[in-house]
């Protein structure tokens, strides 16, 4: 994968178990949280200046 999204392929192998320690686990699972913060700022933005795009997220969010 050349881009991500909300996690990097390494956190989400850690996040599904596959590698990492239990240490290094909470420190992918903060720095998600703190992504999640930035991204309630995206969607903002999105649903008041590009409402397509942010049907698109919407679509996306439900795993539709």
Known sequence: MTTRA???DRERDV???KAGS????AT????VRNRL???EDD?????THEPELYEQ???VARGE
Do not use: S, W
């Not at 239990?22 to 686990?25: E, G, I, P, Q, T």
């Not at 969607?43 to 649903?47: G, M, N, R, S, T």
């Open 15 to 17: 996040l599904a178990g």
């Open 57 to 59: 997220f919407q679509a």
């Open 6 to 8: 909300l996690l990097t």
């Open 22 to 25: 239990d240490a290094y686990r």
């Open 43 to 47: 969607v903002a933005v999105l649903a």
């Open 37 to 39: 913060g930035e991204l």
């Open 28 to 31: 992918v699972r903060t720095r």
